[in-house]
């Protein structure tokens, strides 16, 4: 048996979880969210303890909730620090174009609704 004590046994505790490219789908991220057990399921508030969320950045681009998604992520963050978690927000390279003046991913429809 490689691991012979169940990470819930060691100093891994509280859990750590990466969260992947979200690109802007707030359902879909919510639905990630929710299955880890970080976010509850019925209110979508921060339940994840002591619990510590990296996500690797590209929340925005590609999708139409990219602001959304960032606003909700910024909560659940602020939520998160309350309870003694935390939630890592990094930047990928589609924050980093967005930063630059780029916006070729960005949905058009966002851009829209945002006056652009």
Do not use: C, Q
């Given at each position: 048996?490689?691991?012979?004590?169940?990470?819930?046994?060691?100093?891994?505790?509280?859990?750590?979880?990466a969260l992947p490219d979200l690109h802007g789908d707030y359902e879909s991220s919510m639905q990630i969210l929710k299955s880890?057990?970080?976010?509850?399921?019925?209110?979508?508030?921060?339940n994840g303890g002591r619990s510590v969320a990296v996500q690797v950045?590209?929340?925005?681009?590609?999708?139409p909730d990219s602001i959304r998604l960032t606003r909700k992520l910024l909560a659940l963050q602020a939520e998160a620090a309350r309870a003694g978690g935390r939630i890592?927000?990094?930047?990928?390279?589609?924050?980093?174009?967005?930063?630059?003046?780029?916006?070729?991913?960005?949905?058009?429809?966002?851009?829209?609704?945002?006056g652009g």
């Open positions: 048996e490689l691991f012979p004590v169940s990470l819930s046994d060691t100093l891994f505790n509280p859990k750590v979880i880890t057990g970080i976010v509850d399921p019925r209110t979508e508030h921060w950045g590209d929340v925005v681009d590609k999708g890592d927000l990094l930047l990928g390279n589609h924050e980093m174009m967005y930063l630059s003046g780029v916006f070729v991913f960005a949905d058009s429809e966002e851009i829209l609704r945002l």
